[in-house]
């Protein structure tokens, strides 16, 4: 579907297994654990986004590389903050540019580079 938000979310829990090459038992495990967290209907059926959908496919990735649920969670926990921290950063760099915008046009001189 054309011009979807990503994180919108979609598919039931069978279709997201699928999309995910799990079980649907495992997504009701990650959520339980806190790897994951769906939306729900208005009747309390889960609902999952492609954001979902890649995050589950990530954890299959790590699973198939040996790696145990804690060390799944610590894995994406970290790669949540590193992200925060890049929009973050992102964020920053934008307000400095525009502070460094606005300083040169209040002295009368070109826009810096």
Do not use: C, F, W
């Amino acid at each position: 579907m054309a011009g979807r938000d990503s994180a919108t979310p979609v598919y039931g829990i069978a279709v997201a297994a699928q999309l995910a090459d799990m079980n649907a038992a495992s997504l009701r495990l990650l959520e339980q654990k806190g790897l994951l967290t769906p939306a729900r209907s208005e009747g309390g059926t889960r609902r999952y986004s492609d954001d979902d959908v890649a995050r589950l496919q990530r954890v299959a990735l790590l699973r198939d590389e040996g790696m145990n649920i804690a060390g799944i969670g610590r894995v994406l926990a970290l790669e949540d903050e590193n992200e925060g921290l890049r929009d973050e950063l992102e964020a920053e760099r934008a307000e400095s540019s525009e502070l460094r915008r606005r300083e040169a046009h209040r002295r009368g001189k070109p826009d810096p580079a």
